[in-house]
């Protein structure tokens, strides 16, 4: 998978994308909004069984309870956890379907840097053009065809924007 100005280019077709609210980053920080550049590799995908099938047998399913740590200078910073956390986090299991499919990547995991920048995931996206916290999101129905299709190391790679 490549970042391109058009989309994401994945297996011979480009997927319109949106990045993060605070753009494509080189030196990311918790809490830019930004997308980090670099060569990141999928590690994991969850998914929402109660909404949606495993789109393959390594997925995993977000159970009630989910959460994702994004207390900086926590243990469990960058990690999932469950509730109670009285941390910082944000809720896996949402009420929206942003997060019924869910691609993990590498980004400052699994062991992460305090202030580095939490999660990049790649996810459903709210609408075509909405930015993101600093994920890489898509049309429902483009992240089923690539949940489908990725493997665990599969590359993300994120290149500097020209701007």
Request: proline content about 9%; overall charge positive.
């Amino acid at each position: 998978m490549i970042l391109t100005p058009r989309g994401l280019r994945f297996a011979g077709r480009v997927f319109p994308c949106s990045v993060g609210r605070g753009g494509i980053r080189a030196d990311k920080r918790e809490g830019d909004g930004a997308t980090p550049v670099g060569v990141h590799r999928i590690v994991g995908m969850l998914y929402r069984p109660d909404r949606v099938a495993p789109p393959v047998p390594w997925a995993r399913a977000i159970r009630p309870g989910d959460l994702w740590s994004d207390a900086s200078g926590t243990v469990e910073y960058n990690q999932l956890v469950r509730a109670p956390y009285r941390h910082s986090h944000e809720m896996l299991r949402r009420a929206d379907p942003l997060y019924d499919i869910v691609m993990l990547t590498d980004w400052n995991y699994p062991v992460a840097q305090p202030g580095r920048g939490s999660a990049i995931f790649l996810h459903q996206w709210r609408r075509k053009g909405y930015p993101t916290e600093g994920c890489i999101a898509f049309s429902r129905a483009h992240l089923m065809w690539i949940a489908a299709r990725v493997v665990p190391g599969t590359r993300v790679i994120v290149p500097a924007s020209d701007g």
